[in-house]
């Protein structure tokens, strides 16, 4: 085989070399890209839940703060009721 014959050849196959490691890095941006985007999805969606939480915390709060008002004016309402059938 001849040099000039050798080193088309060997052109050829850097060619093809670099034309697949393109392909490939062009395939994991892709990839990267999509991986950044469901980190972005899931992100909001952390963020979402985070806020929904503090909602129903703070709601719960109330709830509770409500039922001890209610308990505290049954219990002054019945106390009322004692002393008065004392009387």
Known sequence: QSLAAELRSLRAQ??????????????LREQATAAAKQRDGALREAEEMRAQLRLVAEARAAGRRELLEAQQEARESREGREAQRRQ
């Open 14 to 27: 850097a060619e093809e070399a670099a034309a697949a490691h393109e392909r490939e890095a062009k395939a």
